[in-house]
Nanobody, 115 residues
Framework: VQLVESGVGLVQPGGSLRLSCAAS????????MSWYRQAPGKERELVAG????????NYADFVKGRFTISRDNAKNTVYLQMNSLKPEDTAVYYC?????????WGQGTQVTVSS
Protein backbone atom coordinates (compact mmCIF):
# COMPACT_ATOMS: atom_id res chain seq x y z
CA VAL A 1 0.00 0.00 0.00
CA GLN A 2 1.29 3.43 -0.92
CA LEU A 3 -0.01 6.96 -0.69
CA VAL A 4 2.38 9.37 -2.37
CA GLU A 5 1.73 13.07 -1.99
CA SER A 6 3.14 15.65 -4.35
CA GLY A 7 2.94 19.39 -4.57
CA VAL A 8 5.56 20.56 -2.12
CA GLY A 9 5.63 24.28 -2.29
CA LEU A 10 6.55 27.66 -1.06
CA VAL A 11 3.85 30.08 -2.02
CA GLN A 12 3.11 33.69 -1.20
CA PRO A 13 0.04 34.69 0.78
CA GLY A 14 -2.95 34.83 -1.51
CA GLY A 15 -1.42 32.29 -3.86
CA SER A 16 -2.57 28.85 -4.95
CA LEU A 17 -1.21 25.34 -4.86
CA ARG A 18 -2.58 21.93 -5.82
CA LEU A 19 -1.64 18.81 -3.88
CA SER A 20 -2.00 15.34 -5.35
CA CYS A 21 -2.02 11.96 -3.65
CA ALA A 22 -1.48 8.90 -5.81
CA ALA A 23 -2.67 5.65 -4.24
CA SER A 24 -1.74 2.07 -4.97
CA UNK A 25 -2.10 -1.35 -3.40
CA UNK A 26 -5.77 -1.16 -2.43
CA UNK A 27 -9.17 -0.63 -4.05
CA UNK A 28 -9.20 3.13 -4.13
CA UNK A 29 -12.91 3.62 -4.82
CA UNK A 30 -13.83 1.77 -1.62
CA UNK A 31 -12.02 4.23 0.61
CA UNK A 32 -12.92 7.62 1.99
CA MET A 33 -10.05 9.90 1.06
CA SER A 34 -9.06 12.84 3.20
CA TRP A 35 -6.42 15.50 3.63
CA TYR A 36 -5.09 16.34 7.08
CA ARG A 37 -2.48 18.83 8.13
CA GLN A 38 -0.14 19.33 11.04
CA ALA A 39 1.56 22.59 11.87
CA PRO A 40 4.60 22.73 14.18
CA GLY A 41 3.57 22.30 17.78
CA LYS A 42 -0.03 21.53 16.88
CA GLU A 43 -2.10 18.38 16.55
CA ARG A 44 -2.96 16.89 13.22
CA GLU A 45 -6.32 18.18 11.98
CA LEU A 46 -8.76 17.24 9.25
CA VAL A 47 -8.79 19.61 6.28
CA ALA A 48 -11.23 17.92 3.91
CA GLY A 49 -12.69 14.52 3.09
CA UNK A 50 -14.44 12.97 0.10
CA UNK A 51 -16.42 9.77 -0.05
CA UNK A 52 -16.15 6.99 -2.56
CA UNK A 53 -17.51 8.58 -5.72
CA UNK A 54 -17.47 12.17 -4.57
CA UNK A 55 -21.10 12.14 -3.46
CA UNK A 56 -20.25 13.56 -0.07
CA UNK A 57 -17.59 16.11 0.75
CA ASN A 58 -16.79 17.88 3.98
CA TYR A 59 -14.43 20.71 4.82
CA ALA A 60 -13.01 22.16 7.99
CA ASP A 61 -14.43 25.59 8.66
CA PHE A 62 -11.02 27.21 8.29
CA VAL A 63 -10.75 26.19 4.60
CA LYS A 64 -14.33 26.51 3.41
CA GLY A 65 -14.52 28.59 0.27
CA ARG A 66 -10.77 28.42 -0.29
CA PHE A 67 -9.89 24.73 -0.70
CA THR A 68 -11.46 22.12 -2.95
CA ILE A 69 -11.02 18.37 -2.61
CA SER A 70 -11.65 16.07 -5.55
CA ARG A 71 -10.87 12.52 -6.59
CA ASP A 72 -10.31 10.62 -9.81
CA ASN A 73 -11.04 6.95 -9.20
CA ALA A 74 -9.73 6.02 -12.66
CA LYS A 75 -6.33 7.43 -11.69
CA ASN A 76 -6.45 6.40 -8.02
CA THR A 77 -5.69 9.97 -7.11
CA VAL A 78 -7.11 12.55 -4.73
CA TYR A 79 -6.42 16.26 -5.07
CA LEU A 80 -6.54 19.32 -2.87
CA GLN A 81 -6.76 22.63 -4.66
CA MET A 82 -5.76 25.38 -2.26
CA ASN A 83 -6.53 29.00 -3.12
CA SER A 84 -6.20 32.25 -1.19
CA LEU A 85 -3.51 30.69 0.95
CA LYS A 86 -2.67 32.25 4.29
CA PRO A 87 0.47 32.00 6.44
CA GLU A 88 -1.54 29.97 8.94
CA ASP A 89 -2.04 27.31 6.26
CA THR A 90 1.64 26.46 6.62
CA ALA A 91 1.86 22.82 7.65
CA VAL A 92 2.73 19.32 6.58
CA TYR A 93 -0.23 18.00 4.61
CA TYR A 94 -1.06 14.29 4.79
CA CYS A 95 -3.19 12.11 2.57
CA UNK A 96 -5.38 9.53 4.34
CA UNK A 97 -7.36 6.55 3.08
CA UNK A 98 -9.92 5.04 5.41
CA UNK A 99 -12.29 2.10 5.28
CA UNK A 100 -14.31 0.41 8.01
CA UNK A 101 -11.27 -1.41 9.32
CA UNK A 102 -8.22 0.09 7.64
CA UNK A 103 -6.43 3.41 7.85
CA UNK A 104 -3.53 4.38 5.56
CA TRP A 105 -1.36 7.49 5.64
CA GLY A 106 0.99 9.15 3.21
CA GLN A 107 4.39 10.46 4.22
CA GLY A 108 3.28 14.09 4.15
CA THR A 109 4.24 17.07 2.04
CA GLN A 110 5.35 20.47 3.29
CA VAL A 111 3.35 23.55 2.35
CA THR A 112 4.81 26.90 3.36
CA VAL A 113 2.94 30.14 2.87
CA SER A 114 5.24 33.08 3.29
CA SER A 115 6.26 36.30 1.64
Amino acid sequence: VQLVESGVGLVQPGGSLRLSCAASGFTFSRYVMSWYRQAPGKERELVAGIKYFGSSINYADFVKGRFTISRDNAKNTVYLQMNSLKPEDTAVYYCNAKSADTDYWGQGTQVTVSS
